[in-house]
């Protein structure tokens, strides 16, 4: 998975579950009449908590997490990963928020911590946080666009070569084995007359292309189609990551991933020239 597909939201979506994981470790209830020794249970002793609250918030996150970096998401009871996601986030958020106004639940009439009872513990109350902003991450982050934003910015990219030419020491190039080049100040083959031009010199260079390749990053995930046509993309292009275009098609771009596939940008909508 490229970690630079991550947007911000995914970022806090990450710090909530952590967040949620290491209140699963501490107690869930708590007592005034309790003495200080007394072990209370944490979310791993529950059931409820434990796969309503804690797994539930956590399977979650991970569902939108992943589906980010899948190039095209899987369907799930006619839901996509992301959305199967946030539902688990949600439903977490109100099985703490239940467990917050209720935290001794059936015992409560039974006694035991003088008149008040069981209340909720740091855990409970550090799950119903975590919880609530998992799910509002969640949700949130399709549809608000700072939180959209990459989460680790891309390095810049170095200039681009001119589409098409070789890099150092490649076929054509100069210094490379298949290229013929005479030494500094050498004088002309035998049979040619001083100051004729080589085979190589007097083939006439073809006009440079108007479009120059250039880096680019897109804003969001957006899927790249391949050149012939095909309505099925062959790659999904990720927020934070630099691409180059090669070729200019309209008002849709031949993009180059850093694997070596090509394929066609429909929307080109807010893109960022590196």
């Given at each position: 998975m490229n970690i630079r597909s991550l947007t911000r939201g995914d970022g806090v979506v990450i710090g909530a579950a952590v967040l949620l994981f290491i209140a699963s470790f501490l107690d869930?209830?708590?007592a005034d009449g309790a003495p200080d020794s007394y072990d209370f249970p944490s979310a791993w002793s529950s059931g409820p908590i434990l796969m309503g609250v804690v797994l539930a918030?956590?399977?979650?996150?991970?569902l939108v997490i992943i589906s980010r970096g899948l190039p095209q998401v899987p369907k799930v009871a006619g839901l996509d990963l992301g959305q199967v996601g946030v539902a688990f986030t949600v439903f977490a958020a109100w099985s703490a928020l239940g467990n917050m106004i209720d935290p001794s639940s059936g015992v409560n009439n039974m006694g035991g911590f003088g008149d008040d009872g069981l209340d909720a513990g740091i855990g409970l109350i550090l799950a119903l946080v975590g919880s609530l902003v998992l799910a509002a991450?969640?949700?949130?982050?399709?549809?608000?666009?700072?939180?959209q934003a990459a989460l680790i910015?891309?390095?810049k990219p170095a200039a681009p070569q001119p589409y098409?030419?070789?890099p150092p020491g490649g076929y054509g190039y100069p210094g490379a084995p298949g290229a013929q080049q005479q030494p500094y100040g050498a004088q002309p083959q035998p049979g040619q007359p001083f100051g004729a031009a080589q085979p190589q010199q007097a083939q006439a260079q073809p006009p440079a292309p108007e479009f120059?390749?250039?880096?680019?990053a897109v804003p969001v995930?957006?899927?790249?189609?391949?050149?012939?046509?095909s309505p099925t993309p062959i790659a999904e292009l990720a927020p934070g990551t630099w691409y180059l275009a090669v070729e200019q098609?309209?008002?849709a771009l031949v993009a180059q991933t850093q694997d070596g596939r090509r394929g066609v940008l429909q929307d080109t909508t807010g893109i960022q020239r590196g």
């Amino acid at each position: 998975m490229n970690i630079r597909s991550l947007t911000r939201g995914d970022g806090v979506v990450i710090g909530a579950a952590v967040l949620l994981f290491i209140a699963s470790f501490l107690d869930i209830y708590s007592a005034d009449g309790a003495p200080d020794s007394y072990d209370f249970p944490s979310a791993w002793s529950s059931g409820p908590i434990l796969m309503g609250v804690v797994l539930a918030g956590i399977i979650g996150a991970a569902l939108v997490i992943i589906s980010r970096g899948l190039p095209q998401v899987p369907k799930v009871a006619g839901l996509d990963l992301g959305q199967v996601g946030v539902a688990f986030t949600v439903f977490a958020a109100w099985s703490a928020l239940g467990n917050m106004i209720d935290p001794s639940s059936g015992v409560n009439n039974m006694g035991g911590f003088g008149d008040d009872g069981l209340d909720a513990g740091i855990g409970l109350i550090l799950a119903l946080v975590g919880s609530l902003v998992l799910a509002a991450a969640a949700v949130a982050t399709p549809l608000v666009p700072a939180l959209q934003a990459a989460l680790i910015p891309a390095p810049k990219p170095a200039a681009p070569q001119p589409y098409g030419a070789q890099p150092p020491g490649g076929y054509g190039y100069p210094g490379a084995p298949g290229a013929q080049q005479q030494p500094y100040g050498a004088q002309p083959q035998p049979g040619q007359p001083f100051g004729a031009a080589q085979p190589q010199q007097a083939q006439a260079q073809p006009p440079a292309p108007e479009f120059s390749p250039f880096w680019f990053a897109v804003p969001v995930a957006r899927p790249l189609f391949a050149e012939d046509g095909s309505p099925t993309p062959i790659a999904e292009l990720a927020p934070g990551t630099w691409y180059l275009a090669v070729e200019q098609r309209g008002a849709a771009l031949v993009a180059q991933t850093q694997d070596g596939r090509r394929g066609v940008l429909q929307d080109t909508t807010g893109i960022q020239r590196g």
